[in-house]
């Protein structure tokens, strides 16, 4: 067996179905002579039978049973020879009348399997529950169906003359279509306030963006938001706004050679990670604070330092655009480092080395009211937050990620795109540290050949007050706290982006 | 409400059958033992049995396969396809190998995931696998049933979510969606030996937690 653990414990595996092949052979194999095991799986299925019944109970319309009985039904059971009829019908002078009816009645029934005919009992019969013959009926309402369908085929005005009418209802379907859009954000509204906590709510929106994300993302994000808030009616709405981002992103940005690849490094390089310039944990407690901030709701109360022309965020037509402006600040923090690839290349003239800059806007807005959702959407559309302060460097050129915080139930997630790919054995582990307190928690592993990695994490809110993001690179599985070489932190010289007037 | 319910119309006529939902486990003796006698009757040709099983179970394999396929539209079909596999399968029943219950979710899990692998073609994206966990959680907040009939979803629920996150995640995406654990590893990132141990552990822990709860 591949899996070289005892049999007792690929017990759960095999009761959800997850054994294949020699795998399940062999288990299937101890299975029938342990009687042990076989109490194991007893036992298991009982998990089964419990995940089956996690969801409430939900009661099927009745035209399931209707079909269910149709399917399974049996003919009416003969209570003497059938033979015996047609005699009987032959001597009653009604042999061809009951010919026909025989016929008829043979046709009208379903084509059953053997099952069918072993269910011609007594018993059956004398059950309360006997089906009738609803056969016939369904059989003649089908007859009638088809034909009132062609008749009414036949009264509709024929394809021609539709399309001579196209040109005459192109208003009427642009009329149509922006009512649709009304009432999809005003769907949008009511889904919100009905899935969020009572109270004020306050959801942060943060990006943490390379060089430039191109607008045509960010024109997608814009789109799609409003779209999926439609459709979903979680609590967790940040996560499906991230997953909207993401795979928006992943639309629009088809798998990329990783880093590795472009600069001709083998996945099978066997050279141990080595440590980056300016790699160190310490530079934990020696970050500069984000110039995080929050809106005047929020719950640490914080002083605003907007630091970018917020209202500059939305489109200028937007009517909540004004209120967006109140309510909504940001801050943005350049974070940089160097990540060296070891083992790019045998050349060591040519090891990768790139420059990560990851540039972090924060964008805090309330959800507590009406005109604060209808602003939302306009939170993660065209980006044209001016003075922007960028690195060229390829890392940071493919390292944009979008994330959402809940600040009531300390949920998040943040999608990003294009990562690098560490080597064999490595991950790139993200953090969320607390320059204060030096509290730090993994929010999860970055890389991937994938062109989108959506990270999911819940922290203590207190976290996410003043925010500062660590990648690090870190041994596969990732580690309990930071240990390996710092790939991208809060530079210790920090000037805040000044918004242009 | 009785009235409101579903009452299986066998024969057009008026037919009194005591219609309620289990509140217990079907794996406690008692409703074992009732299901097992039902489904001796259906491979015998009771259509009467097969009424009385689908009241029993119906409400709940509706509800899995509403879980797993996402729409109820789709659930009723599979649910009838279910109900007819399971009349034409009863004889083939083996009381040694799993209970009546588990029997006949095993069938229509098995029925639902085709219909969902025919429509789906996974892909291997982390973005998937974070789109199918928050696909399962969604429907975790559903008040729309009475709240007695939540009571035991409640309960069970409760205990899923003593499980960790990676553990939960596992099993519910190899029970409700069908992933094996090496797709789970492809798209969550995690090695494989990590997923299978997470599934391995959190089967045991679910078992003690419901273990405890029905002692």
């Not at chain 2, 997470?198 to 709860?213: C, E, T, V």
Request: proline share 7%; charged share 20%.
């Amino acid at each position: 067996m591949p899996d070289s653990v005892p049999p007792q414990e690929d017990a759960s595996l095999y009761v959800l179905d997850l054994l294949e092949g020699a795998d399940r052979d062999a288990f299937e194999a101890n299975l029938a002579e342990s009687a042990d095991l076989q109490r194991q799986v007893r036992e298991l299925q009982v998990n089964l039978e419990a995940l089956a019944l996690a969801a409430p109970p939900r009661i099927p319309r009745p035209r399931v049973w209707e079909a269910i009985a149709k399917s399974t039904a049996a003919p009416i059971p003969p209570t003497i020879p059938w033979w015996s009829l047609v005699l009987r019908y032959v001597r009653n002078g009604w042999a061809v009348a009951g010919l026909l009816t025989l016929a008829w009645l043979l046709f009208s029934l379903p084509r059953s399997g053997t099952r069918d005919v072993e269910s011609l009992s007594d018993t059956a019969a004398d059950s309360p529950h006997s089906p009738t013959t609803p056969q016939i009926t369904q059989r003649s309402r089908h007859r009638s169906d088809e034909i009132s369908r062609k008749s009414l085929a036949s009264a509709l005005p024929a394809n021609a003359s539709a399309a001579s009418n196209q040109t005459e209802t192109q208003p009427l379907k642009d009329r149509v279509r922006v009512l649709s859009e009304q009432v999809a954000v005003l769907t949008q509204v009511l889904a919100q306030r009905t899935v969020l906590p009572p109270g004020a709510s306050q959801l942060r929106v943060f990006r943490l963006v390379g060089t430039n994300v191109g607008p045509e993302t960010l024109d997608a994000l814009a789109t799609e938001a409003p779209r999926l808030r439609t459709e979903t009616s979680s609590v967790d709405l940040s996560f499906a706004l991230t997953l909207a981002a993401a795979r928006q992103i992943a639309a629009a940005n088809p798998p990329k050679e990783s880093l590795a690849a472009n600069d001709n490094s083998s996945t099978e390089a066997t050279s141990p990670p080595s440590a980056a310039p300016n790699s160190s944990t310490s530079a934990l407690t020696q970050n500069t604070p984000a110039e995080a901030t929050s809106d005047a709701a929020s719950p640490s109360g914080g002083s605003t330092t907007a630091t970018t022309d917020v209202a500059s965020l939305a489109p200028t037509a937007d009517p909540g655009a004004g209120a967006l402006a109140d309510g909504v600040s940001s801050g943005t923090t350049t974070v940089a480092s160097r990540y060296t690839k070891p083992g790019a290349s045998t050349d060591t003239e040519s090891t990768a080395t790139t420059d990560a800059a990851i540039q972090v806007v924060d964008l805090s807005g309330g959800l507590a009211s009406t005109t604060e959702n209808l602003s939302f959407g306009n939170l993660v559309g065209p980006d044209t937050t001016p003075g922007s302060t960028t690195k060229s460097s390829s890392l940071a050129a493919e390292s944009a990620a979008f994330g959402t915080y809940e600040l009531e139930t300390g949920i998040g997630s943040i999608a990003f795109r294009n990562t690098v790919d560490p080597n064999t054995g490595e991950v790139l582990q993200l953090w969320v540290t607390d320059p204060h307190s030096g509290a730090v928690q993994s929010l999860g592993f970055v890389h991937s050949t994938n062109p989108v990695v959506v990270l999911r994490f819940r922290t203590d809110p207190a976290l996410f007050v003043n925010p500062n993001f660590l990648v690090t690179l870190e041994p596969e599985g990732g580690s309990a706290t930071p240990t390996g070489p710092v790939v991208a932190q809060p530079p210790p010289t920090f000037s805040p982006v000044q918004p242009t007037p | 409400m009785l009235g409101d319910r579903f009452i299986p119309d066998l024969t057009r006529r008026e037919v009194h059958v005591p219609v309620r939902f289990e509140t217990d486990l079907p794996s406690t003796a008692t409703q074992v033992e009732e299901d097992r006698h039902l489904l001796a009757s259906v491979a015998a040709g009771r259509q009467d049995a097969l009424a009385r099983l689908y009241e029993r179970r119906g409400a709940a394999l509706f509800s899995l396969l509403s879980r797993i396929l996402g729409t109820n539209s789709e659930a009723e079909d599979v649910l009838q396809e279910a109900f007819v596999l399971i009349w034409r399968r009863a004889s083939t029943y083996d009381s040694n190998k799993s209970s009546p219950w588990t029997w006949m979710v095993m069938l229509a899990r098995g029925l639902a995931l085709d219909r969902l692998r025919s429509r789906q073609r996974r892909s291997q994206h982390q973005a998937v696998y974070e789109q199918e966990v928050a696909s399962l959680e969604l429907e975790h907040v559903d008040h729309s049933t009475p709240l007695a009939d939540r009571e035991l979803s409640d309960r069970l629920t409760h205990a899923l979510r003593h499980l960790t996150d990676v553990q939960r995640e596992a099993i519910e995406l190899a029970f409700y969606r069908g992933w094996t654990h090496d797709e789970i590893a492809r798209t969550s990132g995690q090695p494989l030996g990590t997923v299978k141990s997470n599934i391995r552990r959190g089967m045991i822990a679910l078992r003690k937690l419901l273990k405890d709860l029905y002692a």
